[in-house]
């Protein structure tokens, strides 16, 4: 089991980036670097390039919409130069209240638009001249939708790789199956190991029936947070406000991809009372109607014995990386708990 973990940049980016380097010496494997509407993930991922040595380096995710897939080729063959072939490719749809909200861009199609842009990522790779005459992306553009002026064109670098590996951030069914087949890896949010099988089980059957075996075994990155010892059950409190969001918060009725998969998890009566709590801007009652034991399976919070326990779970799920979250005061209790969670893992 490897150990990744999503950098989170209150404390500030400088203070991070010098923790890194600590959490790398302490059995780290990956880092995710996160974008949502924030700064870029680009810029800093660049930097940490430079101050690791071994570390993968994740974008955790880059949306789909608003890079075209020839520049999402560009900048993943770059940061993956600068890391001298370090880099994953994180990609998601995100969700219409970022894309439309935020950018101004129209939200729509994407499993479509994710197939077609890792095909012409690939492409760009390989440094083939990019020809593309997709539903979604046509690559030269036609004459008749612009100049005419368009000429088929090859990255001029030689990338570190061909194939970087590529990570796909998805829960619905489709565009799991889409995952499966496609994709080097697979970034579920909220991981239940003991219903994973039973919420994505087919979507992953189908699509590794149809997967090329030149991408080896999917790769299974989870998220989780992370507090080891005989008294940390209160930290439990710290992962409710989080799944309450994004139960409660990330969509509106009807439209919120979170709040399906807690009904698919079998929370159908929390999902909606979370959801009319957190709409109602009662955020701290919403983060309290979060069932107990949905908090406790989708973290690893409580003595070394029962984290050990979950790691196995997770492992028997089919997990290959825990995303973790440390829950400490400093980074000196972030690397023991990372050390602690190496030991487990090994």
């Not at 570390?55 to 940061?79: D, K, N, V």
């Not at 790769?219 to 409710?240: C, E, H, K, N, S």
């Not at 409580?302 to 400490?328: K, N, Q």
Request: aromatic share 8%; hydrophobic share 40%.
């Amino acid at each position: 089991m490897r150990i990744g973990m999503a950098l989170n940049y209150s404390g500030g980016f400088a203070e991070t980036a010098a923790e890194v380097a600590d959490l790398e010496r302490a059995g780290l494997d990956i880092v995710f670097v996160p974008e949502a509407y924030s700064f870029d993930a680009v810029s800093q991922l660049g930097y940490l390039a430079a101050k690791t040595e071994r570390l993968e380096l994740a974008s955790g995710i880059f949306q789909i919409y608003t890079r075209t897939p020839s520049l999402t080729a560009m900048t993943a063959a770059g940061l993956d130069y600068v890391s001298d072939g370090r880099f994953v490719l994180g990609i998601g749809a995100s969700g219409p209240q970022v894309i439309e909200g935020f950018h101004g861009v129209k939200y729509d199609a994407p499993l479509g638009r994710t197939r077609e842009l890792v095909d012409i990522c690939r492409q760009v790779w390989r440094r083939e001249k990019v020809e593309y005459q997709g539903k979604y992306y046509q690559i030269p553009l036609p004459p008749e939708k612009g100049t005419g002026l368009g000429k088929p064109l090859k990255l001029i670098n030689h990338p570190v790789r061909e194939r970087i590996p590529v990570l796909i951030a998805a829960i619905g069914p489709k565009n799991v199956e889409m995952t499966a087949e496609i994709a080097e890896g697979w970034e579920p949010i909220f991981f239940h190991p003991e219903k994973a099988a039973d919420v994505w089980g087919e979507s992953l059957a189908r699509g590794k029936a149809k997967r090329d075996p030149a991408l080896g075994d999917l790769q299974v990155y989870v998220g989780a947070a992370l507090a080891i010892g005989d008294d940390v059950d209160f930290l439990l409190d710290f992962v409710r406000p989080h799944l309450a969001l994004y139960i409660g918060g990330m969509g509106a009725k009807g439209k919120n991809f979170y709040n399906d998969l807690a009904v698919r998890y079998g929370y159908a009566k929390e999902a909606e009372t979370i959801q009319d709590l957190y709409l109602a801007g009662r955020k701290e009652e919403a983060a309290a109607a979060v069932p107990d034991d949905l908090v406790r399976a989708v973290s690893l919070i409580g003595p070394e014995s029962y984290v050990r326990e979950r790691v196995a779970a997770f492992a028997e799920a089919g997990v290959t990386t825990l995303s973790v979250t440390p829950i400490a005061e400093n980074t000196a209790g972030r690397v023991r708990l990372i050390e602690q969670l190496r030991e487990i893992c090994n």
